[in-house]
Every structure is written in C-alpha cells, then in structure tokens.
C-alpha cells in the first residue's frame, strides 16, 4: 500500500460530461503531481505542485483542470474530453525542497479512464 | 529527440538468467538518475536510485556513465517475479520533474 489513494479507480465518461478524479496522500508529503500514461508512450508529467502552488504546467490543453486545495490533496477536474485523452492518470507525491535533492516519488494506483 | 530511451522490449529469459537493460538520456543537466518497477495495471514503484559510482541492492546492479549519458540495470538470477516493465527516469537538480523513458518489459519464463 503507497500511501496515495485514487478515486474513481475506473471511469467512462462522453464527450459532453464533467467529472473529476481525486487524490489523496497520507505520507506528509508537499508535492504532488498528476501524469498521464498512455500506451506505448512514456509517463507524462501534466501538473507539478508545491506546497499548494502549482509549479509545473507541461501544456496541458484547458479541459484538464487541476486544483489543490491543501497538500493532501489533489483534484484533476475534467471536461468535454476527447477519446484521445482516455489514458491512466496518476496522482503521485513526494517530499519537497528548494534545494538540490531529488526525491522518489509514490504513486497511486491510478485511474483508468476512457472517453467515449 | 526524447528525454529518456529505452529499448522496450520484450526481453523474455529463464529463471535464473542474468539480464541487462540500457538507457540514454538527452539532457546533459540531468542529475539524478532511478530505475521505476511497474507491474502489469499497478503503479509505478521506486526500485532503485542510481549513483555515480554504481550501486548494487541485493540482485540489482544500477550503473551510471555520465559522459556517454547511458544507465544501466543489471538483474542476476532472475526470479519470476521479477516480471515488470522497468522504467529508467531521470530528473535534473534541485526539480522534482521526473522524465520517464517508455520502459522495458521483462517476463521471467520457468
């Protein structure tokens, strides 16, 4: 167990709808992230947070939303998706410092989401 | 050019096989080097962080070779469960953006 929750695990979605994916960490940690694995292609980093504040938006396109209302917690808001955009998303967290060290970053398991 | 390349296999040995996996990266500023473990629909997992001078972690051997910007991981003896996509990532000083290569699927055959 990591120590990072995901909700929904799964999700079917259209076009039209608006949902959200929630991410929760229990680890004490001050960073966190949302990446999308596709198949056949690397992790994507798509948002980067510390301490609350969003440091890292790697050209996400608009209809993905994120929100980060404390440090345990994340939220990717979701709205007229393509099918394109169906994907594993993972929520991920990790100790964080203005200094030189990288740290290792926990999962959660992710949610499987299709847009159809 | 990618930030992270992997040969994605698959590399299907027997039990008991020693196996070696490359990766390169683009980005000479990159500082800090790992090797993820993500089993078939799980999350990724640390597995081990690669050091400068080599470092070994049991049947595990991570190696780092700066100038020509490859690292390796080495499993002996391989187990069954050893079976996973292994995810080489690097980042670079002081960020916690980590760059994923594809990763390189391993099946450990009886």
């Known amino acids: 167990e990591t120590g990072v929750t995901q909700t929904p695990r799964h999700l079917v979605m259209g076009m039209t709808n608006k949902k959200s994916l929630k991410c929760e960490q229990h680890l004490g940690h001050n960073a966190m992230y949302w990446y999308k694995q596709s198949a056949k292609k690397p992790l994507e980093l798509m948002f980067v947070y510390n301490f609350k504040e969003q440091t890292e938006n790697n050209s996400v396109p608009s209809r993905f939303s994120p929100e980060c209302p404390n440090s345990s917690h994340l939220f990717l808001h979701l709205h007229t998706l393509q099918p394109e955009d169906s994907a594993l998303y993972l929520c991920?967290?990790?100790?964080?410092?203005?200094?030189?060290?990288?740290?290792?970053?926990?999962f959660g398991p992710g949610t499987r989401l299709t847009v159809t | 050019r990618k930030e992270v390349e992997q040969d994605p296999g698959p590399f299907n040995v027997p039990e008991g096989a020693t196996v070696a996996f490359n990766c390169t990266y683009s980005?000479?500023?990159?500082?800090?080097f790992f090797w993820y473990r993500q089993d078939c629909r799980k999350e990724p997992k640390l597995l081990m962080s690669v050091y400068s001078s080599g470092n070994e972690d049991g049947r595990f051997t991570a190696q780092l070779n700066r100038a020509s910007q490859y690292i390796s991981l080495l499993i002996r003896d391989s187990k069954l469960s050893d079976s996973a996509t292994y995810l080489c990532?690097?980042?670079?000083?002081?960020?916690?953006?980590?760059?994923f290569g594809t990763g390189t699927r391993l099946t450990v055959i009886p």
């Open positions: 990532v690097v980042t670079r000083t002081g960020a916690n953006n980590l760059f």
């Open positions: 980005n000479s500023a990159s500082q800090s």
């Open positions: 991920a967290s990790s100790p964080w410092d203005s200094g030189a060290t990288s740290y290792e970053q926990y």
